[in-house]
């Protein structure tokens, strides 16, 4: 399927300024905790993979405007690595 068939407006354009992805290993016991049922922690040698991703994006805006025109944002996603055995 082509780009303009997903479309169902104006794109959003923007351009990622700053992009830091930090890892980490921690204990699977303490993953869980944070977790909702039905999920476990993905266990790794004898630790669970947990992330956090910072970004800064600028220009946001849709693409019949201006980029000096568009928005900044900085925002913050975090993951942990997980298992399940049934749908969802």
């Known amino acids: 399927m082509s780009r303009q068939a997903c479309r169902s407006g104006p794109a959003v354009l ?17 993953a869980a905790r944070f977790l909702p049922v039905g999920l476990r922690p993905h266990v790794t040698g004898d630790a669970t993979v947990i ?16 980029a000096a025109l568009g928005l900044s944002l900085s925002a913050a996603a975090h993951r942990i690595s997980v298992e399940w055995d049934d749908e969802l």
């Open 14 to 30: 923007g351009t990622i300024q700053d992009r830091l992805l930090v890892n980490a290993l921690v204990d699977p016991d303490e």
């Open 51 to 66: 992330g956090c991703c910072l970004l800064t994006i600028e220009h946001i805006r849709p693409e019949v405007i201006p």
